[in-house]
């Protein structure tokens, strides 16, 4: 018996339809199965984690090669941000208008999972293993979602050879980036603790905004980098200072400061941590620190050249390699094997009135497939 694979948009409009804002569950992965079962996938769903960042809905599924064949994996989200307000149709209900299917989630990235679906009913299940690695939280905290996946993928030993992640990469038209690393990425909270007191007598006092105001002034002449080959210089940026004193005649006790840092590979969180741990300790403040992903790099090479080739023969450009933007999943799957990300056009992505244009979808399938079967073909 043949099985009818619905058409790319069909597909798309299919999960689009599934609201699933983060963390996605339920629904949007009943969905999906409903699509990989009868292409010959064995769908594997769980949740993991606890509140606050938890529980999250999770699926790998693989359909196995021959014994001793090579092993592709397909990854990527679908959860969405907040759809908002002002939209010209429903943010959950596709609507197809002028060559262009709308709906949250059309770019980033219910799209790509389309894409890849139909693409990967044109691979031959004799061609390799092919799998999928589909998280329901990369909007969000990211705690339980892909890092979960990779724990059950090296406990039923399925690590993939290459990965792509389906990111909404391309800029101005569908092909014209991929993206081969990504900076790291962490946040700082600073405290600084003083005396409160009396603005008119302030040597009974001891003014913590002044000695936080030094800090961030240290902080931001601290010299980071000037960049890589493939990587922008590395920045640290003030995202919030907080002291919340009511009073106008009143030195407050303490006064609080918020930092980011993207940052490339000649560093890594915890070592940048260490840098502003010991600034803030001469002002005696105290930090906590979070690290969202480190920075990695696939470099330019057999994998990029594969997917510049699949892309080039389908759309006729090349896609410049490159580290710009965000961070995404990647920083997880990059300790499994080389991953690249490459998707479809980004400009309407957490925007209303997403949209992504059908001819695009169409041909993100034919490079989807190519890449795929040149993949295990390596």
């Known amino acids: 018996m043949t099985t009818t694979i619905p058409s790319v948009v069909e597909l798309a409009e299919a999960l689009i339809a599934c609201p699933s804002v983060t963390p996605a569950a339920g629904l949007v992965f009943d969905c999906l199965q409903g699509k990989l079962e009868p292409l010959g996938f064995a769908v594997h769903r769980f949740h993991a984690g606890e509140a606050p960042d938890g529980p999250v809905e999770n699926l790998f599924a693989i359909r196995m090669g021959p014994k001793g064949s090579r092993h592709f994996g397909f990854a990527g989200h679908v959860d969405v941000v907040p759809p908002g307000e002002g939209w010209t149709s429903a943010p959950f209900a596709p609507e197809r208008r002028g060559g262009l299917l709308y709906g949250r989630g059309a770019v980033d990235m219910k799209g790509s999972i389309a894409a890849m679906v139909a693409a990967a009913a044109e691979v031959p299940a004799d061609a390799g293993a092919l799998s999928f690695i589909i998280t329901g939280d990369e909007e969000g905290p990211a705690t339980f979602g892909t890092q979960e996946l990779i724990k059950h993928m090296r406990a039923v030993d399925a690590i993939p050879d290459l990965i792509l992640v389906g990111e909404p990469t391309s800029v101005s038209r569908l092909g014209d980036m991929m993206k081969i690393g990504r900076r790291g990425s962490t946040n700082l909270w600073l405290e600084v603790e003083g005396k409160e007191g009396h603005v008119a007598y302030p040597h009974l006092a001891d003014n913590p905004i002044t000695k936080l105001v030094h800090l961030l002034a240290e902080l931001k002449a601290m010299p980071l980098d000037e960049g890589t080959d493939w990587f922008q210089a590395s920045n640290l940026?003030?995202?919030?200072?907080?002291?919340?004193?009511?009073?106008?005649?009143?030195?407050?006790?303490?006064?609080?400061?918020?930092?980011?840092?993207?940052?490339?590979?000649?560093?890594?969180?915890?070592?940048?941590?260490?840098?502003?741990?010991?600034?803030?300790?001469?002002?005696?403040?105290?930090?906590?620190?979070?690290?969202?992903?480190?920075?990695?790099?696939?470099?330019?090479?057999?994998?990029?050249?594969?997917?510049?080739?699949?892309?080039?023969?389908?759309?006729?450009?090349?896609?410049?390699?490159?580290?710009?933007?965000?961070?995404?999943?990647?920083?997880?799957?990059?300790?499994?094997?080389?991953?690249?990300?490459?998707?479809?056009?980004?400009?309407?992505?957490?925007?209303?009135?997403?949209?992504?244009?059908?001819?695009?979808?169409?041909?993100?399938?034919?490079?989807?497939?190519?890449?795929?079967?040149?993949?295990?073909?390596?």
């Open 237 to 378: 940026e003030i995202t919030d200072l907080t002291v919340g004193n009511p009073a106008t005649n009143v030195i407050p006790a303490r006064a609080s400061a918020r930092l980011s840092i993207r940052f490339n590979d000649q560093h890594s969180g915890t070592e940048l941590g260490d840098q502003v741990r010991a600034i803030a300790e001469k002002y005696g403040g105290t930090v906590r620190q979070v690290v969202y992903g480190e920075a990695f790099l696939t470099p330019p090479g057999a994998f990029s050249d594969l997917i510049a080739a699949a892309v080039e023969a389908e759309v006729g450009l090349r896609p410049e390699v490159s580290t710009t933007g965000g961070t995404s999943d990647a920083r997880f799957l990059k300790d499994l094997c080389p991953v690249i990300e490459f998707g479809l056009c980004n400009a309407t992505m957490h925007k209303r009135d997403e949209a992504v244009a059908v001819e695009d979808l169409e041909a993100l399938v034919r490079i989807y497939t190519r890449v795929a079967k040149a993949a295990l073909a390596r």
